[in-house]
């Protein structure tokens, strides 16, 4: 049985509030919720947005996480972490990388 967007979107930003340093998410965009992460000894934080993506048979959830300096060059892995943390919390399995 499909999920509504609706519900997607909460229990997305349900899990983006679970996040390690997180702040409250915002929904940025009717399908996109978005979340900064707080400064940390080893990062000026990150921005982790989720996008619910049209799809044939309903919608695909695009998983991003960057640094919120620009000029950060080296991110010790803490983007990656971030997505693989939000994966694992939606129950999911799949990770593609563009």
Do not use: H, Y
């Amino acid at each position: 049985m499909p999920i509504g967007m609706e519900v997607t979107l909460e229990r997305l930003k349900a899990v983006l509030e679970g996040l390690d340093r997180a702040r409250p998410p915002a929904v940025i965009a009717d399908r996109c919720v978005s979340v900064r992460t707080k400064v940390s000894l080893a990062s000026w934080g990150e921005r982790v947005t989720c996008t619910l993506v049209p799809a044939d048979d309903g919608f695909l959830i695009r998983v991003e996480s960057k640094t919120s300096v620009v000029t950060t060059m080296i991110d010790d892995g803490a983007n990656r972490r971030n997505v693989e943390q939000v994966v694992r919390a939606l129950g999911l399995s799949r990770i593609s990388e563009r």
